[in-house]
Structures are given as C-alpha cells and as structure tokens.
C-alpha cells in the first residue's frame, strides 16, 4: 500500500537532495579521455597515458565481462537489511571473487615497452591466488609498505572494474549511510574526492566519490569529512593565471581541527571535470599541502603514494 504523504512531508521529500548516483555505464571511457586531455604538456605525461590506457581496459572489461557471477545475493540483503554496505571491500577481497577481472587485466592488457611496465605485470604474473589477495586487502586498506608499489594500478584497476560491475548490474539497492560521512554507502571504502555539481536541482550539491566502486554519495558542504566540524575550514588551489582563487575547478578543502584535506572537483568552472582524472594531475597540491602538515586520507587505487 502506498504511503499517503502529509503536506509537510511532500515539500521536505521534494527540498531534500538525492542521496546516491551511481556512475555511468561509459565510466572509465570518461577517465580515460579526461587522463589524455589532462596529459597534453603535463610533466607526469606518460604515467597519465599509461593510467589512460587502462582504463579503456577497464571499459572494455565492464562491457565484456571475463565473469558474470555477482557476490552472493542473500549476503547483499542481510546486509542491506542491517544498514550495511553490500560490497564491502574488507570482506570480499579476501574471497577472491574479483580474481577473475585481475587475470583478464593480465591477459589483455599491451604493455608500453618499459621495463617496469613489464616487471608489474611479471610480478603479478608469477604471484598466486594467496598472494594477490593478500595484496589487494593492502591496497584497499591503505597499507601500501605491504605490497610492491609497481603492480599498484594493475591491482586497482581490476579491484575497481569488478566492484562498480557489482555496483551497476545489482538491482534493487537500498544503500543507507556509512559509519562516517567519507565512507562509501556500497562498499565501505574511502572517498576519493568530492564534486560539486552545477545543473537544474542539483546544483551545488556535493557529492563524494568512492575510490573503489565509484558509487556517489551525498554530504551537506563545508563540513570536514573525516571530523565533520566546520569551524576554519579553508579551500586551497593550485597557482593558475587562468582562474581566480575562489573560481579554480579543483580546490581542496582543509580542515586545521583534524589536518586532513579532501579535493573538490566544481563542474561549474569545469563541466568536464573527472574525479580521478583530476585528482592524478593535480599532484603538485598533494605536495604542497603534505609540506604544510595536512594529511591526505582519500585513496587513489591506480597510484602508489610517494612513486609513480
């Protein structure tokens, strides 16, 4: 029987923001060409092209699976009933379900003709089930001192086609909010940025970012994220002639009460923005704010922190 909605209760459900969106279907395509857009004259040119290439892979693999076989659905609901992220990483990376898209990654993938390129992919080629999952609960949990740095956007990449497969082809999901507002409401992972949207109802919503499965999730603005107090936050952008400060596309939020910072994508002064796209190619504010004590607390699963 349908619910019969007070007055009261019909403006509040048409004031209040949608709070998920999943990503689209042509996700990593749209990585993928932001990455080579970003690259012309970029200093880190090749390493984008290379992170550009396997995303196209990554759609490939998204529009041809190597397997269809999604996590158990009984899991799914006991989860959702509970509040719970369906996906959630911690557990099923150490279940190995994602192997599959690994392999295929393996399979498919051209290397570059360079020599770390193709030590990743021995590496990986030589590891077994044990060791690959093993390394993929460390690069989802952030300990990157507990796998070779090398083989870190190979394993990433196959991580995030297989869980925003998961994402995209279960139906009926009924994602509630996570433990704290820069989890991830699908599969419990960190946010890997935020974006403020600019068109019709939404505009000037943000949005988190998942790292892992790409889900969208909605946070209210100038709140902290990680210690969600609002008292002196201060957004920061990279030097560029181009924009005035408070009109840069990629800003980052920095909070002194817990001194951490999470990036800002604002499609209004760049509609073609993408999270991860952009949070590759604005290394340099990483930088700057790690020399000035912030702590970066958002992922990026194709990066190894401190390499290339």
Not at 69 to 75: F, I, K, L, V
Request: charge should be negative; charged fraction near 20%; proline fraction near 8%.
């Amino acid at each position: 029987m349908a619910k019969i909605l007070e007055p009261g209760e019909i403006e509040a459900a048409a004031s209040s923001p949608p709070f998920l969106h999943l990503p689209p279907r042509n996700l990593f395509t749209l990585r993928a060409l932001g990455l080579e857009r970003l690259a012309e004259g970029h200093p880190l040119a090749d390493y984008l092209r290379l992170v550009a290439g396997l995303c196209h892979l990554q759609q490939d693999l998204l529009d041809d699976l190597p397997v269809d076989e999604m996590p158990d659905t009984e899991r799914l609901n006991v989860c959702q009933q509970h509040g719970l992220p369906p996906f959630a990483a911690d557990s099923l990376v150490r279940e190995g379900e994602w192997l599959p898209f690994l392999y295929a990654v393996l399979l498919r993938y051209k290397p570059p003709p360079q020599p770390a390129v193709k030590s990743a992919i021995n590496t990986l080629l030589a590891a077994n089930p044990g060791e690959l999952k093993a390394w993929g609960v460390a690069l989802v949990s952030g300990q990157y001192s507990l796998l070779p740095a090398e083989v870190v956007p190979f394993l990433g990449a196959a991580l995030q086609v297989a869980w925003s497969h998961w994402l995209l082809d279960t139906p009926n999901l009924d994602l509630k909010p996570g433990d704290s507002l820069s989890q991830c409401p699908a599969c419990g992972s960190p946010a890997m940025a935020g974006v403020i949207r600019h068109r019709g109802k939404f505009n000037g919503l943000r949005y988190l970012v998942c790292s892992l499965c790409a889900c969208e999730w909605h946070v209210v603005r100038v709140k902290c994220v990680y210690c969600e107090q609002s008292k002196g936050l201060e957004y920061v952008s990279l030097d560029d002639d181009r924009y005035a400060a408070n009109q840069a596309p990629l800003r980052a939020e920095v909070c002194p009460g817990c001194n951490s910072y999470l990036k800002l994508l604002y499609l209004e002064n760049d509609a073609e923005a993408e999270a991860l796209s952009t949070d590759l190619t604005s290394l340099l504010l990483d930088m700057r704010l790690e020399q000035e004590g912030y702590q970066r607390l958002a992922p990026n699963l194709l990066l190894a922190p401190g390499g290339e």
